[in-house]
């Protein structure tokens, strides 16, 4: 008997226990998370953690080496049932280079059983102008922009973005983010991976952390910065007394202090300072960023 | 499948080395074959010209061109990216093959027509049609099973050598030496039996039931070539 809890009925994504295999590697292993309905959910992780390979399962362009993967309920294989609900964003663009931006979204909208325009969905990426230009002569963040605007024809209500803003600037980012929350604002589900990993801290519900094809972590932002502890750093003059809290003393009277209570911890310390008079040199509080928890990861640390 | 089947054709169109080497190159070579049809006719037959124009037309235009198109796409991510659609599997390769074989066929048919045209009727039109559309979708298949070890459509001038200059070298020596020596052989090898229909539907001479026998070794090859297809062609570039 499954000890899993019972999944809700505004659950879009359903995976339970996946593994995938390449022959001898093992790329996923018993990976099990689920996805709510109007969630961002990212799916973040070193290269090769099994990301993409976990999307591909999902999209239905892989099958499970074992293990279950529910979409709406049913097999992501079964694309007559799943793809008219379903926006995929290819890691790689999959466009061919002898048609035009407006003939490739118009032959993938078409294929995508969903009612939408080529011209609603090239504004959003600001390709209008590029519409008869063929992909061939499209730069390479203009082709993600283009397979952007492929993803979000016909508003689908789950739509997948394998490395969205990969080769973007920093304005066709902002754009892409905003279609993003718009899509959310309307209801859409969204799955992605991003090696971005402020973007994911800013936009995501609730991130998985792959290493080495498993989850090290899986829960909101705070849920896996909690995991390791923020840092407090500071100098103090020559005849100040030692400081309350216990740290780890650096050279020249520094001071870096390590805390996962930083908003107590740092009360007492600026307490301490203002009841001795002490000025607190260079002070500065640093909360735990996913690029702290990411680097445990690859430095080995496995943070409770 | 009708809207892959247009862009498809938009895509042949747009590329000039494929559509030379598809549309051109064949044409070119059958109406060489027209042309010279007297001295032709003396080396085999009337019906020897329109096999060796069938699969001229089977091996370079189809065959070639559907290897070269199906390794591109795949290299280009373009059929992972209409697998990403609601679009299935069978309608995908529908598409991506309609235009290459309507190109075929309305080669063939108007070299044909205008080859019976200028020399002689062809003795049985309904074997004839049967012969050549088997021996099509045999070239098909094997295309799909060809672009399946084809990683890039440069690779593609290599593969489709040993099978296009195979399946001619078999179509001029039974259609020339005939099938009275080495019988068995030369009706199992691909393409041979199939050869031997379109010569007696364009000679004649034969009775309907001996042509009729040649089916089950052309038949025989489609479904290999069906099967080969089915185990070979890939979808993904291998990782």
Same mark, same amino acid.
């Given at each position: 008997? =499954?000890?899993?809890?019972?999944?809700?009925?505004?659950?879009?994504?359903?995976?339970?226990?996946?593994?995938?295999?390449?022959?001898?590697?093992?790329?996923?292993?018993?990976?099990?998370?689920?996805?709510?309905?109007?969630?961002?959910?990212? @799916?973040?992780?070193?290269?090769?953690?099994?990301?993409?390979?976990?999307?591909?399962?999902?999209?239905?362009?892989?099958?499970?080496?074992?293990?279950?993967?529910?979409?709406?309920?049913?097999?992501?294989?079964?694309?007559?049932?799943?793809?008219?609900?379903?926006?995929?964003?290819?890691?790689? =663009?999959?466009?061919?280079?002898?048609?035009?931006?407006?003939?490739?979204?118009?032959?993938?909208?078409?294929? =995508?059983?969903?009612?939408?325009?080529?011209?609603?969905?090239?504004?959003?990426?600001?390709?209008?102008?590029?519409?008869?230009?063929?992909?061939?002569? @499209?730069?390479?963040?203009?082709?993600?922009?283009?397979?952007?605007?492929?993803?979000?024809?016909?508003?689908?209500? @789950?739509?997948?973005?394998?490395?969205?803003?990969?080769?973007?600037?920093?304005?066709?980012?902002?754009?892409?983010?905003?279609?993003? /929350?718009?899509?959310? /604002?309307?209801?859409?589900?969204?799955?992605?991976?991003?090696?971005?990993?402020?973007?994911?801290?800013?936009?995501?519900?609730?991130?998985?952390?792959?290493?080495?094809?498993?989850?090290?972590?899986?829960?909101?932002?705070?849920?896996?910065?909690?995991?390791?502890?923020?840092?407090? /750093?500071?100098?103090?003059?020559?005849?100040?007394?030692?400081?309350?809290?216990?740290?780890?003393?650096?050279?020249?009277?520094?001071?870096?202090?390590?805390?996962?209570?930083?908003?107590?911890?740092?009360?007492?310390?600026?307490?301490?300072?203002?009841?001795?008079?002490?000025?607190? /040199?260079?002070?500065?509080?640093?909360?735990?960023?996913?690029?702290?928890?990411?680097?445990?990861?690859?430095?080995?640390?496995?943070?409770? | 499948?009708?809207?892959?089947?247009? %862009?498809?054709?938009?895509?042949?169109?747009?590329?000039?080395?494929?559509?030379?080497?598809?549309?051109?190159?064949?044409?070119?070579?059958?109406?060489?074959?027209?042309?010279?049809?007297?001295?032709?006719?003396?080396?085999? %037959?009337?019906?020897? *010209?329109?096999?060796?124009?069938?699969?001229?037309?089977?091996?370079?235009?189809?065959?070639?061109?559907?290897?070269?198109?199906?390794?591109?796409?795949?290299?280009?991510?373009?059929?992972?990216?209409?697998?990403?659609?609601?679009?299935?599997?069978?309608?995908?390769?529908?598409?991506?093959?309609?235009?290459?074989?309507?190109?075929?066929?309305?080669?063939?048919?108007? *070299?044909?027509?205008?080859? #019976?045209?200028?020399?002689?009727?062809?003795?049985?039109?309904?074997?004839?049609?049967?012969?050549?559309?088997? %021996?099509?979708?045999?070239?098909? #298949?094997?295309?799909? #099973?060809?672009?399946?070890?084809?990683?890039?459509?440069?690779?593609?001038?290599?593969?489709?050598?040993?099978?296009?200059?195979?399946?001619?070298?078999?179509?001029?020596?039974?259609?020339?030496?005939?099938?009275?020596?080495?019988?068995?052989?030369?009706?199992?090898?691909?393409?041979?039996?199939?050869?031997?229909?379109?010569?007696?539907?364009?000679?004649?001479?034969?009775?309907?039931?001996? %042509?009729?026998?040649?089916?089950?070794?052309?038949?025989?090859?489609?479904?290999?070539?069906?099967?080969?297809?089915?185990?070979?062609?890939?979808?993904?570039?291998?990782?």
């Amino acid at each position: 008997m =499954s000890t899993r809890p019972a999944i809700s009925t505004s659950t879009v994504i359903d995976v339970d226990t996946l593994n995938l295999s390449y022959g001898d590697f093992h790329a996923v292993k018993d990976l099990s998370f689920h996805v709510e309905q109007g969630e961002l959910y990212a @799916l973040l992780g070193t290269n090769g953690s099994g990301k993409t390979s976990t999307l591909e399962v999902i999209e239905g362009h892989r099958k499970a080496s074992s293990g279950d993967v529910r979409v709406f309920g049913k097999s992501p294989t079964d694309r007559g049932a799943v793809r008219p609900r379903m926006g995929i964003m290819l890691q790689e =663009s999959g466009f061919s280079p002898d048609l035009t931006v407006a003939e490739s979204v118009r032959l993938v909208g078409r294929l =995508s059983g969903r009612e939408d325009t080529v011209d609603r969905v090239l504004g959003i990426v600001d390709l209008t102008r590029k519409a008869d230009t063929r992909v061939s002569q @499209l730069s390479g963040g203009e082709k993600r922009r283009l397979d952007f605007a492929t993803a979000v024809y016909g508003r689908p209500e @789950l739509i997948v973005l394998d490395e969205p803003t990969t080769g973007l600037d920093i304005a066709s980012r902002d754009a892409l983010w905003d279609a993003v /929350q718009q899509l959310l /604002q309307d209801g859409s589900t969204i799955v992605l991976t991003t090696h971005y990993l402020e973007e994911a801290q800013q936009r995501a519900d609730r991130i998985g952390l792959m290493h080495d094809g498993a989850f090290v972590h899986q829960g909101t932002v705070s849920d896996l910065t909690r995991t390791l502890p923020a840092s407090i /750093q500071f100098s103090l003059p020559r005849d100040a007394p030692a400081p309350p809290l216990q740290s780890a003393p650096l050279a020249d009277r520094s001071y870096a202090i390590e805390t996962f209570t930083l908003q107590e911890d740092l009360k007492t310390l600026l307490d301490w300072a203002h009841d001795h008079t002490v000025e607190l /040199q260079g002070l500065q509080a640093a909360p735990t960023r996913l690029d702290d928890v990411f680097r445990a990861i690859g430095a080995g640390q496995t943070a409770s | 499948m009708l809207p892959i089947a247009h %862009s498809e054709l938009i895509q042949i169109f747009r590329n000039r080395a494929v559509l030379i080497a598809s549309l051109f190159m064949p044409a070119a070579a059958s109406a060489f074959f027209v042309h010279y049809r007297d001295t032709f006719e003396r080396i085999g %037959s009337l019906g020897y *010209i329109a096999a060796v124009i069938a699969f001229t037309i089977g091996a370079f235009s189809l065959y070639a061109t559907t290897v070269t198109t199906l390794a591109a796409r795949r290299q280009d991510l373009f059929l992972k990216r209409l697998r990403s659609t609601a679009a299935g599997d069978a309608s995908i390769l529908s598409g991506q093959m309609l235009p290459v074989s309507a190109i075929s066929l309305v080669q063939v048919s108007v *070299i044909l027509v205008v080859f #019976a045209v200028i020399s002689e009727r062809p003795a049985d039109i309904a074997l004839l049609v049967v012969a050549i559309l088997a %021996s099509f979708v045999m070239m098909l #298949a094997l295309g799909m #099973a060809t672009a399946g070890v084809t990683r890039s459509p440069e690779h593609a001038q290599v593969t489709t050598l040993p099978l296009s200059l195979g399946i001619i070298a078999v179509v001029n020596w039974v259609a020339i030496t005939g099938t009275e020596s080495l019988t068995l052989l030369k009706r199992l090898l691909p393409g041979g039996a199939a050869t031997e229909l379109v010569v007696n539907a364009w000679d004649g001479g034969v009775a309907l039931t001996d %042509s009729l026998f040649l089916l089950a070794p052309t038949l025989a090859w489609v479904v290999v070539a069906v099967a080969l297809a089915a185990n070979m062609f890939r979808w993904e570039p291998r990782r």
